[in-house]
């Protein structure tokens, strides 16, 4: 799910944006002045200090004026924005695209087993996913470089388990990518996916799969094991 920021920005800001990554951004700040980053974009001054500002306004970059020039770092939001335009162009010049993350297998506190149960959600993922999932979902912390990766998976077509109400309350809609899950001895599985719910206690570093079969039997996993999980894109 794309992730809004503070105010809309353009192709010529993430132009920027990208040259302010392409030239050390994302590793810390950076001194920039607007002269040498319009000489950069090949733009006025004007130009590059307004499309910094509205970088800035957006959340994307962080900035600390000084008496000759500026500090300019990339922010998480930032490196998002990038992740998106760089998936964008995978999926233009690499039929197949995939995400891979990595991450060790942890404890749910047992919320997937309930939702999944909810007849809302079974019949679509039924419909949906051309299955009936395992009550509960398999809970994999993911590694710092997975949870930067995770990011791209915006800018693919999930599959959208729709939101629905009974007479209690309202149930938020979930959003769900085709999955392999690759133990660490290389045994697979393949018809699994990857599960986003829009309403979740969860970090981006926390990742739930759901699966026709219970995947630690299936696999042999335990709290601990390492797991790399291969997303793509729904055809």
Known sequence: MSEATSAPVGHAELATL????????LDGDQKVSCSALADRLDASTQTASRRLQRLEEADLVEREIVSDGQWVTVT???ERALQREYADYRRIFERDASVELHGSITSGMG??????????YMRQFEDKLGYEPFLGTLNVELGEESVRERGRLSSFEPVTIDGWEDDERTYGPAYCYPATVEAENGETFEDAHVISPERTHHGDDQLEIIAPVKLRDQLGLADGSALTIHVTEQR
């Open 76 to 78: 998480e939001a930032g």
């Open 18 to 25: 990208k040259a302010l990554a392409l030239s050390g951004g």
């Open 111 to 120: 919320e997937g087993r309930h939702y999944i149960s909810l007849p809302g």
